[in-house]
């Protein structure tokens, strides 16, 4: 549905794109003092999705929180779109969502009706995902904002961090990149709903699928990609692994709208500064055109899955995948280090 204010319009950036970029957080946390617990299994010092908590044996307590402005102007979809992006965290350390809360800012436009539809997107949505949101905290703001404190849980041998990929590993990505893009320039009027419509749907669909699908293989690492973008998120992997990250450009599925945008220079803020934080780790083997070096570079809401697992099942899994999401690809693979942290090829 759409209202009659335009959620869009009350705020200065959209979705994962207000995402502070990566290097200005690394400034931001320069010599936080934090304290260690010996069950913290994933905790402040890596930049991962999620922290992992150990409860005993059998059980770790995942806890994560993602919220951000309208990136739609329909407030359902918005909450939807919101709730995908922020339990998503959770399918990224291999987890199962459980319990979520409501983080929401409303400012003095929005109406009661609006206000409702929001948190409406968010129910459905988390419980879709098997999630029930219990509650949460509201407060009032200059402008809008919804996201989710979530919290699943995992079995402690079957965490998957970002930081886990190894030589020999395949990486599988779960959905196409130009979000970042494509909403920008929707926002200037540029783009076709019938293009933005299939957009907020990608947007909108649970990386549930994928994640049920990929723990019944030996995978060593995930993330999600999403405001870092793919080159930002693949940085921290082969970082956080001490691998090379190769990246086969040909075969990253893309949004071809997002492309020609891309090269009319129709590039999100969040793109830049992603490209700021990461180029330094990234060489550029043969010929690959700057539109195509910007999609990857464009902040993803809600975006795919980033999967790394053994060259041998990743066949199989990502038929499997194919099946339910046609978009998966399989999009590079993991070697010992060599060159730099990524290779785009
Ligand atoms: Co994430
Ligand atoms: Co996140
Ligand atoms: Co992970």
């Known amino acids: 549905m759409e209202t009659e204010v335009k959620l869009t319009k009350l705020a200065s950036c959209a979705g994962c794109g207000a995402k502070v970029g990566a290097g200005t957080l690394v400034k931001l946390l320069e010599g936080f003092k934090s304290h260690t617990d010996p069950r913290l299994i994933v905790g402040f010092d890596k930049s991962d999705d999620a922290s992992v908590y ?6 770790a307590l995942v806890q994560t929180t993602d919220f951000f402005p309208p990136i739609v102007d329909d407030p359902y979809l918005f909450g939807q779109i919101a709730a995908t992006n922020a339990i998503s965290d959770v399918y990224a350390m291999g987890g199962e969502p459980k319990l979520a809360l409501n983080l929401m800012c409303v400012s003095d436009q929005m109406d009661k009706k609006t206000v409702q539809e929001i948190l409406r997107g968010g129910y459905d949505k988390a419980y879709e995902a098997g999630v029930i949101i219990t509650g949460g905290h509201t407060i009032n703001g200059a402008e809008p904002i919804y996201g989710l404190a979530v919290s699943g849980f995992v079995h402690p041998q079957k965490v998957l961090t970002n930081s886990g990929a190894r030589p020999g590993d395949v990486l599988i990505l779960t959905k196409p990149l130009g979000v970042g893009v494509l909403t920008t320039s929707a926002k200037a009027g540029m783009v076709d709903k019938s293009v933005m419509d299939r957009i907020y749907a990608q947007m909108a669909t649970l990386n ?14 995930c993330t999600d990609v999403t405001g870092f973008a793919l080159l930002g998120h693949s940085f921290e992997m082969a970082q956080g692994s001490n691998c090379t990250i190769h990246i ?3 075969k990253i599925p893309y949004h071809k709208e997002a492309y020609e945008l891309s090269e009319m220079g129709f590039i999100p803020a969040g793109a830049y500064r992603n490209r700021e934080y990461a180029q330094a780790g990234v060489t550029v083997k043969g010929d690959i055109p700057r539109a195509m070096q910007d999609l990857l570079y464009d902040p993803q809401t809600s975006g795919g899955l980033l999967i790394a697992l053994p060259a041998e099942q990743a066949e199989e899994c990502l038929a499997r995948m194919q099946e339910k999401i046609p978009q998966a690809r399989i999009i590079g693979y993991v070697t010992e280090p060599v060159d730099n942290w990524i290779c785009l090829e």
């Open 54 to 59: 150990l409860l005993d044996d059998n059980t």
């Open 208 to 221: 549930k699928t994928a994640r049920d699908i990929m723990v019944e293989y030996d995978v060593h690492s």
């Open 248 to 250: 086969e450009v040909e």
